[in-house]
């Protein structure tokens, strides 16, 4: 059995040429990534509350107040702050 191996052409520690913009972003231009990319929160945006795996309810923000629902989706009320809403939600368990 015989190995045959090729010999590099580039030199020990030399970069690769020709790397894409996010790789090796040109100097002072802007760097691409997730920053002012990401999604914000909207009053449709719901957000979930879990005891471990188990999803309990949901809350959403609509200005000042909070909105909470059940595990099935059914409103449980509306509270002026968000750790009430998720108390309510916790204390509202269905089996």
Known sequence: ????????E??????????????????GGPRHGNAGKSARPTPQTKFSVYDGTDRLGSFRRDGDT?????????????????????AAIDSGRAP
Do not use: I
Request: glycine share 10%; proline share 6%.
């Open 1 to 8: 059995m015989q190995l045959n191996h090729q010999k590099s």
């Open 10 to 27: 580039r030199k020990a520690g030399e970069r690769k040429r020709g790397r894409s913009g996010r790789d090796n972003p040109e100097p």
């Open 66 to 86: 909070f909105e909470a629902f059940d595990r099935l989706g059914r409103p449980l009320g509306v509270f002026s702050s968000q750790s009430e809403a998720t």
